[in-house]
């Protein structure tokens, strides 16, 4: 398996959850990890990396600060000299049935679950395309494969990325620069923590495997699409669902 000794990664979204997990397990495998969340969230995983012999910095960047986000690679790039990896994770959800969604819930979420992909991505692709590679992951979800009721919002902006990224995929695919999507299923995080266990129940049930994921099982997904292995594999869709959706 190929190890990321030199290799520097950013991972959004790296405070908890999957982006903690993927933070970690890039960081085992040897990479520079660049850990980012708002304000000081990216700390605790960073220190932990460190702590069990591994590299990593943080960064409070809030990922639709367009301005916010320019500084910091550009940073990167003084500080690295390359940016290798990203993994554009960072994500909210803001549920609500159609009839009652705010306006405000809708921006919100496309503008952090989409549009920050955008505008990360935009802004490592100079260096990638002028080092001739580079890895990125984008971090859908299986609503946004299969929908939602209540999550319109949500699942119109993991389908995006999805488009998103075969479209980029094609444009970078000569500068040996791969973009794939991990779509997870129902994994166990802060985030379905708060679901009530009726809806765990019947989201359950629609999982032959007969479990939940774990965020390690997301992190050995995009840690093999970020690596050598992987060099051949672009504009895919690589589903950690359990057979929830296929």
């Not at 660049?34 to 000081?40: D, S, Y």
């Not at 765990?200 to 997301?218: F, N, Y």
Request: aromatic share 4%; with cysteine.
């Amino acid at each position: 398996m190929s190890t990321f000794t030199g290799k520097i990664a950013i991972v959004t979204g790296a405070s908890r959850g999957i982006g903690r997990a993927i933070a970690q397990q890039l960081a085992a495998a040897g990479a520079v990890v660049v850990c980012v969340a708002r304000g000081e969230n990216a700390a605790a995983t960073a220190e932990a990396i460190r702590a069990a012999g591994g590299q990593a910095e943080a960064h409070g960047v809030d990922v639709t600060d367009a301005a916010g986000v320019d500084a910091l690679v550009g940073g990167i790039i003084e500080r690295h000299g390359r940016i290798d990896i990203l993994v554009s994770n960072a994500g909210i959800a803001r549920d609500q049935l159609m009839l009652r969604m705010k306006r405000a819930d809708w921006d919100e979420v496309i503008a952090t679950n989409l549009t920050a992909s955008f505008t990360w991505c935009q802004a490592v692709l100079k260096p990638m395309i002028r080092q001739r590679a580079g890895r990125i992951v984008a971090i859908s979800s299986v609503v946004g494969q299969m929908g939602n009721a209540g999550q319109a919002n949500y699942a119109a902006s993991k389908a995006g990325l999805i488009g998103f990224c075969k479209s980029l995929a094609r444009e970078v695919a000569s500068r040996n620069v791969t973009v794939n999507v991990v779509a997870p299923g129902l994994i166990g995080t802060d985030m379905t923590r708060t679901i009530t266990d009726n809806a765990k129940a019947d989201w359950a049930s629609q999982i032959p495997m007969g479990r939940m994921g774990t965020p390690e099982d997301v992190a050995a997904a995009v840690r093999f699409l970020a690596s050598d292995e992987a060099s051949y594999i672009t504009g895919q869709v690589l589903a950690v669902n359990g057979g929830m959706y296929m």
